[in-house]
């Protein structure tokens, strides 16, 4: 059985797979709708933290599959707090097909992967959010024409989101440039794994403190929020530290001149990035949002039904 917790547990072929997919599955559903491919299948969707794109998007690509998606709230279960992490995931995987989990600790995910019987989506955890980078490598691809050989800058936090994008475009030899104040950089263990990626699919992964330079011949500009969900406390000390690396106008200037920016989202419009930016025509961000909806479709076909996908 197969799992999706993290883009660092991905080999190329896999990475390609699942972007291959993604584009049929989108291709199909602008055609002429989708496949029952998940016909009378249920995704249990376990939340600790709050979402618009990751809860909406997977309940409409279960819809599209001709499945059915279960919506569990922060205040229901209690990972690990009215129950173990451990008798949850045994519970829950006897009467639903598949799980997607947003948690705080990645070891969380981990754990309810290894309780399972069922296969265990990571709908963002402290460490990676594999969900959003699948998404975003697409949407690069559709945009730039490939991933191989794109320079993507990161700007800001080296927090989940920078971590998973990190990986897939090591695995999809892009050269990958995150820029982030002194204290906030990715760990050095995950940069050297993606390394050992970047090594073989010829890219590269480079951190710097200084964002001119790593906006300088981008080909994509990448933020996200100074502070992720958790870190709420911090909000004020990170706000003092993170304006030189807003995208703005300014940075975009000195990116290729047909550079496409993008964002998670939700945005914090006046920090991470201006409005200008965020509404501008560099801007792919809505793209990007949508992309999540057929990205995970293929997550799910995958895992939750590979034969019938061949056919
Ligand atoms: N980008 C993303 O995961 O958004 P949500 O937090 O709204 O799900
Ligand atoms: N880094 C952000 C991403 C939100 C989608 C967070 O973890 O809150």
Redesign the pocket.
Known sequence: MKHFLAIADLKPAELKRYLDTAKRLKAEWRKRGNRPILKNKTLGMVFQ???????VSFDMAMLHLGGHALYLSPNEIGLGQRESIADVSRVLSRYVDGIMA?VFAHAHVVELADYSRVPVIN??SDRE?P??ALADVFTIVEHRGKLKGQTVAFFGDGNNVARSLMFACALGGARFVCASPRGYALDEASVAAARTFAAKSGGAVTLTEDPQAAARDADVLYTDVWAS?GQEEETARRAAIFPPYQVNAGLVALAKPDAIVMH???AHRGAEITDEVADGTHSVLFDQ?EN?MHAQKAILAILMDGKTLKR
């Open positions: 933290k709050p979402s618009l794109r990751t809860r947003r709908g963002l959010h969900c959003q969900m998670c989202l939700p949002a999540r």
